[in-house]
Structure formats: C-alpha cells, structure tokens
C-alpha cells in the first residue's frame, strides 16, 4: 500500500481485535510496515521518530542505519535488515552497517551472517569482537582451519586481546591439541584488565582431564575469588551503541548491565531498581531486574517483575523466557512449562525454549513429549551439541538404541573434550554390542 508523505494511519481489523501502526513515506522511500499493538507508546514514538528521519532524508546512509539500530534494539529484525540495506547501499565503505546486517542474522543463517561479517571485516580487519564472531561461527560451521587463520590474523593485530585468545585456545581444543590450547589458556590469564573467569575453567577442565588434581584446586581456588559467570562477557563497543537507541539511560544502565554480567547480583539490583523508578516505560531494564531477583534468589519478586512487563508491554519474549526459567528453578513445572509454550507462540524456532521444554517433559517421564521437543530444537540447530546429547539420552530412555547412537555420537563430534557425552556413547555401544541379531535389545 503506497500513502502520501506525512501519514500515519492507525488500522483497528474488527474481529481479529488487532491494532497495528502503518508507517509510510513518500513512493520512493521503502520504510518497512512495523507492528506497534505490542509496544509501549515510548518505544512507539522513539521508533516514529527515527522514521520521520528518514522520510526527511532518504539519501541519508546515517539515518536508515539508526533506524535498522532502533529497530534492532526493539526486536524487528527482518524490517531491520531492510533498513540496513539502504545503508550499506548509500555507504558501503562503512563498517558498521554490514556488521549489525551480520549481528541480525547469527542465530538464523550462519552462512549469511558470515558473508555479511566478512565484508565488515575488509573495512576493519582490526576490530577483533567481529573476528570472534566470526571466528564462533565457523567452529559451529566445522570450518576450523579458516577459523584458525582467522584468529592467528587477528592476533597478528590485536596480540594481548584475552578475548581472542581464549577463543583460539577453545578452537584448539576442537582440533584436539590440548597441550597447545592449555599455553593460550594461560596467556589469556595473564592478562590484564579483564574478568578471567573463562580461562579458569578451561584450565580446570584440562587439568582434571589429566589428573593433575593440584593445578585444577590451585586454579579454582583463583577462580572462587571471580563472580561466578556462565560465558564469556565480550566488549563490543560497535554493538553496545545499539542500546543507546533503547532509550536507556546511559550510565545508570550500563552500571547495572555490567554488574549483571559480572555476577553482582546485589548491585544490578539496586541499579535496575533505581533505572526503572526513572524509567518505567522500557521493558528490557525491567527484565533484566527480574533476572537479578531470579540469580539472587529471589524468585517471587522475579515472577512479580516479570508478570509485570507482561502486562504493561504484551509479548515480550525476553520476559515470557525469563519467566519460564524463573518458575523451573522455583519447582513449578506445569507453569514453566506454559511459559515456554508462550515463547514459542511468538517465536516457534527458540531453539533453547524447544530444549528446556524437553527438559521438563522428561522430569515428567514424559518421554514422547521430551523427544518431540528435543528433535524440534536439533533440527534448528543441528550444531548445538546439548541438544543432541539430550535427544539421545531421551531415546536411549525408550530403547532407541541406534536412533540414539546417532545423536550422542553428534554430540561428542560436536564437543570433543566434554567427558558427559562419551560416557554415554560408551554406555550405548556397550549396549548395541549385547543386543542380539535379531535387532532386539538385551533383556
């Protein structure tokens, strides 16, 4: 539908009870239909005035590319990368915009991702939070040598990034040279300025796997003085500019994200209670306030904040995630689960919804269910190797002896030097050589 420059027209569709925004612009501006029922009027004014922007200056790379940032920040991805593509097209000798291009696609088509990443990467061949990026990527694509130039030439630029080298010493590990990735393991701690807690337990892991059980106490010990952390914290400050278009304020919420990432729960909590009194019209502060409620403890004030942002914002899927895990951790499965239903009514290809649904279905013995689920998150992502391993497990539960060799073996394929899944593949070719010629399982 093609409207006149200036219009905003609001459709009520009868029946259906859906109330959406239409934004246009003059017939050679493309600005992509953005559905706002969802949405709080602050997120919907912010997001109509990086529109009117662009209505005023189609030309402008700058102004279709904060409008693909704003977009990005409240979760259009698609109208996002339409956004982006007048950008690049307008500027393409600028980095920015092929790398968030790349940032929108990671969790949908690696191959895409990679080939817009790699064209930021010619414009900035030192910016070494894309070369890890890509350098992920790859590793899950199965591309470890192109993976390894990638990194040893960005070690090359960039020699006493820890975040590069951990990244290269788990590259390592995947190409089976231990001793070599335990060396990168220690550079990376030696390093200044930085939380070290991935090393640390990449060098536990390698000691207890070699039984030296004084350098795996000495090195927990080192870690016991760290938050406890689950995953690697990489700065990226090219990305980190999308959630100035949140409207976040700056400062405040920084503090408390940082505190979040670090494992302060008590002080992202106070941050984001004293963030959100000020700012009660963004859903992302408050979610991530429930999530420190849920870390500390604190789950019926998680469950409250985030039942809360369900109600005043609609669907928002980080909260419906959130809360789900929240009600698993509490012990109350029939509504996490119901949670997890939620997430996947907004977004049916949630590879980690689809697993953790499987996780409870199987607490429940519930094992037609949990396979479902587990072969739903598989088929989304056949690289993660969790989910491989759990739907194995699953059907090695029901007897499906070689379905779920296939799947464990996956797994170890995929994660090499995690002692869980070949223990199991143990298990089940010791099982496989018992069972009789009649394919029948051992009684």
Known sequence: MKL???????????????????FSAP?????????????????????????????????????????????????????ARDCLKHAMRLEPEAFRWPYFMGYTLE???????????????????DYSPLRIRIALILMRLGELEECEKTLSDGELLDPDNPYLIVTHGRLLLLKKSPEQAEKLFKTALDQPNWSPQTALLELIKLANRRGDLEAAFEYQQQLAIYPNVARMDLPDPVLGKIRLYEGLSKSLAERADFALAKGDYSAAITAYESFSRKRQDLPNAATNLARAYTMSGRHQEAIDTYQNVIERFGDVLSAHFGLAGTYEISGQRELAIEQ?????????????AWRFLGSLYEQQ????EAIRCYQESVVIDPSNPQAQLALGI???????FQQAHHHIARAVSLA????????????????????????????
């Open 4 to 22: 006149k420059a200036g219009i905003l027209a609001a459709f009520i569709i009868a029946g259906a009870g859906i109330a959406f925004w239409s």
């Open 27 to 79: 017939q050679s501006v493309d600005i992509p239909i953005i559905e706002t029922d969802h949405l709080h009027p602050l997120v919907t004014e912010v997001i109509l005035k990086s529109i009117d922007e662009v209505r005023h200056r189609p030309n402008s790379a700058k102004d279709w590319g904060e409008l693909g940032m704003v977009l990005i920040a409240h979760d259009f991805p698609e109208q």
């Open 107 to 125: 969790e949908s088509d690696y191959e895409l991702a990679l080939r817009h990443y790699t064209q930021a990467l010619k414009i900035r061949p």
């Open 340 to 352: 997890y239903r939620a997430v996947l009514k907004i977004k049916p290809n949630h590879k980690q």
């Open 365 to 368: 013995d519930n094992f037609d």
């Open 394 to 400: 699953a059907l090695l539960h029901e007897d499906h």
């Open 416 to 443: 090499p030097n995690e002692e869980l899944p070949k223990a199991y593949l143990r298990q089940i070719e010791e099982k496989l050589e018992k069972i009789p010629a009649t394919g029948l399982p051992p009684k």
